[in-house]
């Protein structure tokens, strides 16, 4: 049980999977971030950006640019976690049919 409760330590919350699944797609900038993740405020996302970081599941790269432009990845730590991701997913989709039918 020590196992499941560091995982859910990492990724608990509302968005953190969310996130994660977002990137699972590639690198993206905070504002398409903001587009993808439905319903999340910048100031949580930047604060969730910065935890996935902490945790090496995040990298962030600021180029030199004007306007600086910042933008986030998975790591390679990042990517073992597209495997669960994706059996979340599609444990809630059968959910939903089951449920709900569709």
Do not use: C
Request: no cysteine; charged share 30%.
């Amino acid at each position: 049980m020590v196992a499941v409760q560091d995982a859910m330590d990492i990724l608990s919350g509302k968005w953190k999977i969310m996130i994660i699944g977002s990137l699972s797609f590639g690198k993206k900038r905070f504002m398409e971030l903001i587009r993808d993740v439905t319903g999340i405020g910048a100031k949580m996302l930047s604060k969730e950006l910065k935890d996935l970081e902490d945790n090496d599941l995040v990298k962030r790269t600021v180029y030199d640019t004007k306007p600086v432009t910042v933008e986030y990845e998975l790591t390679e730590y990042g990517h073992t976690l597209k495997e669960v991701i994706g059996s979340i997913a599609q444990w809630g989709s059968e959910h939903r049919k089951r449920i709900f039918g569709k």
